[in-house]
């Protein structure tokens, strides 16, 4: 079993919908919980990070984390066709940040 | 502020031959991660090096690959004698310190290795 779980997609949504993503993990020790975004044969880049249970807001993006069910979720609202790219959870148990990656879903928003 | 540079981006080897890719982490960061992107699948965390030294090497194969971050100069990840399962992206990340409010990882665009 992958101690981190997120379903690949693609997941495809009109402009200006709401973008729903999540993962799934296993190990109850994750404390620290990321979403990048990676867009085509470029690197990731940090988009959020939150520390323990909880929501955080950025602008468009809402994450949020439940670890009482090992789950995160990002939300992307009045998504754009800029959006488009792969979203990556990733999480770890240590302050040094070994990062354990999802597989990442790919988004694309049509105009 | 340049941002994590790699180079080559793009490596061809052949089977057999080795392959040295370089990272050159963001100035006043001395903490380099590496990780391979296989297709179809997320990153893979493969070593953790600071200067001259190899913190957490649990995710690299036995045989074959090395890695080292010396006092001067890039880090290098090595892989000698490639075979074409090596064929995948290889980002390298950085970060400035261990604790978490300053060890936010950026990464450099990856370099892309084929093995034919």
């Known amino acids: 079993q992958k101690e981190v779980e997120q379903d690949p997609g693609p997941l495809s949504v009109p402009e200006g919908a709401i973008v729903s993503l999540n993962c799934t993990y296993s190990?109850?020790?994750?404390?620290?919980f990321m979403w990048y975004r990676q867009y085509s044969r470029k690197g990731p880049e940090l988009l959020m990070y939150?520390?323990?249970?909880g929501n955080k807001e950025d602008g468009r993006f809402t994450a949020q984390v439940d670890k009482s069910s090992k789950y995160i979720s990002l939300f992307i609202r009045d998504s754009q066709p800029s959006d488009s790219a792969t979203y990556l959870c990733?999480?770890?148990?240590?302050?040094?940040?070994?990062?354990?990656f999802g597989a990442g879903t790919q988004v694309v928003v049509t105009p | 502020n340049a941002g994590v540079m790699q180079n080559p981006r793009h490596l061809v080897r052949r089977r057999g031959q080795e392959a040295r890719l370089r990272c050159s982490p963001m100035?006043?960061?001395?903490?380099v991660y590496w990780y391979r992107q296989l297709p179809e699948e997320g990153l893979k965390f493969m070593v953790y090096?600071?200067?001259?030294?190899?913190?957490?090497e649990s995710g690299m194969p036995k045989e074959r690959f090395s890695a080292e971050f010396p006092k001067e100069g890039p880090s290098i990840l090595r892989i000698q004698q490639v075979v074409r399962g090596d064929s995948a992206a290889y980002f390298c990340?950085?970060?400035?310190?261990?604790?978490?409010?300053?060890?936010?990882?950026?990464f450099g665009p990856g370099t892309r290795l084929t093995v034919l």
């Open positions: 990340a950085s970060s400035f310190s261990t604790g978490f409010v300053g060890d936010t990882q950026y």
């Open positions: 190990n109850s020790a994750f404390q620290y």
């Open positions: 939150t520390y323990s249970s």
């Open positions: 990733a999480t770890t148990t240590d302050s040094w940040g070994k990062l354990q």
């Open positions: 100035k006043g960061h001395s903490h």
């Open positions: 090096l600071q200067k001259e030294n190899i913190i957490d």
